[in-house]
């Protein structure tokens, strides 16, 4: 249940106001200033490599810092779960949190991209996405941090970052096709990210209770 949470949050974030609108400049930095094709597709997996390692060291800290505090676990529930409370009220446009609306924006005048550039401005546009997605991002990472152990935050910020970086690939390679789901979500952004927040609402309510745990465990 919390891998397929985090998935979904990766996605969400993809289609959010911070990533969808600038999509057509990261696919013109895959491309390099060429036609799409195989470079592309090989640019846009750096460039999901370089923000899912960051993702998944920020994600084995998490991890780290919750599993110090496993004796303390209920107030470890109640913390984290009001947190992701925060960010699904203000994601649903009930509070506004002025540094969560921040991101930095890449450059229109890219140069050719290659692999290892390519991850290198994954693992940067990384930290300037964060505080523009902390809503979901941070919920991943307040579930990382309700966990037991650094491999299990990891997994679970591996996991958010496939949510994200899947549709960055097949964007790669299916952009013009996919232009119309866009131009939809664009127009609709309003009610996804009242559900959205409404979404992260509950999912804090759930670890608050303890209830999202007893259900995890309950389906594993």
Same mark, same amino acid.
């Given at each position: 249940?919390?891998?397929?949470?985090?998935?979904?949050? @990766?996605?969400?974030?993809?289609?959010?106001?911070?990533?969808?609108?600038?999509? $057509?400049?990261?696919?013109?930095?895959? /491309?390099?200033?060429?036609?799409?094709? %195989?470079?592309?597709? %090989?640019?846009?997996?750096? !460039?999901?490599?370089?923000?899912?390692?960051?993702?998944?060291?920020?994600? +084995?800290? /998490?991890?780290?810092? @919750?599993?110090?505090?496993?004796?303390?676990?209920?107030?470890?529930?109640?913390?984290?779960?009001?947190?992701?409370?925060?960010?699904?009220?203000?994601?649903?446009? !009930?509070?506004?949190?002025?540094?969560?609306?921040?991101?930095?924006?890449?450059?229109?005048?890219? %140069?050719?991209?290659? !692999?290892? $550039?390519?991850?290198?401005? +994954?693992?940067?546009?990384?930290?300037?996405?964060? $505080?523009?997605?902390?809503?979901?991002? @941070? #919920?991943?990472?307040?579930? =990382?941090? #309700?966990?037991?152990?650094?491999?299990?935050?990891?997994?679970?910020?591996?996991?958010?970052?496939?949510?994200?970086?899947? $549709? !960055?690939?097949?964007?790669?390679?299916?952009?013009?096709?996919? %232009?119309?789901?866009?131009?939809?979500?664009?127009?609709?952004?309003?009610? &996804?990210?009242?559900?959205?927040?409404?979404?992260? &609402?509950?999912?804090?309510?759930?670890?608050?209770?303890?209830?999202?745990?007893? &259900? =995890?465990?309950?389906?594993?």
């Amino acid at each position: 249940m919390q891998y397929l949470i985090t998935f979904l949050e @990766g996605l969400v974030t993809f289609v959010s106001p911070c990533v969808l609108p600038l999509l $057509p400049v990261y696919v013109l930095y895959f /491309a390099g200033g060429r036609e799409q094709g %195989k470079g592309t597709v %090989k640019n846009a997996l750096g !460039f999901v490599l370089g923000f899912t390692l960051l993702f998944m060291a920020l994600g +084995g800290f /998490a991890g780290t810092l @919750g599993s110090l505090f496993t004796r303390h676990q209920t107030a470890v529930n109640l913390i984290t779960g009001a947190i992701v409370i925060i960010f699904g009220l203000h994601y649903a446009g !009930f509070l506004r949190i002025g540094f969560l609306n921040r991101t930095v924006k890449p450059d229109a005048n890219v %140069k050719p991209a290659r !692999f290892w $550039p390519a991850v290198l401005f +994954g693992a940067v546009f990384a930290v300037g996405w964060s $505080p523009c997605t902390g809503a979901f991002l @941070g #919920s991943a990472m307040m579930l =990382a941090a #309700s966990q037991s152990g650094w491999w299990q935050g990891m997994l679970l910020l591996l996991t958010y970052s496939l949510g994200l970086g899947v $549709p !960055f690939v097949l964007c790669a390679v299916l952009i013009d096709r996919l %232009k119309g789901a866009f131009d939809w979500i664009k127009r609709h952004y309003r009610a &996804i990210n009242l559900v959205c927040g409404v979404f992260l &609402i509950l999912v804090g309510i759930l670890m608050m209770t303890g209830l999202f745990s007893r &259900i =995890a465990a309950a389906l594993a």
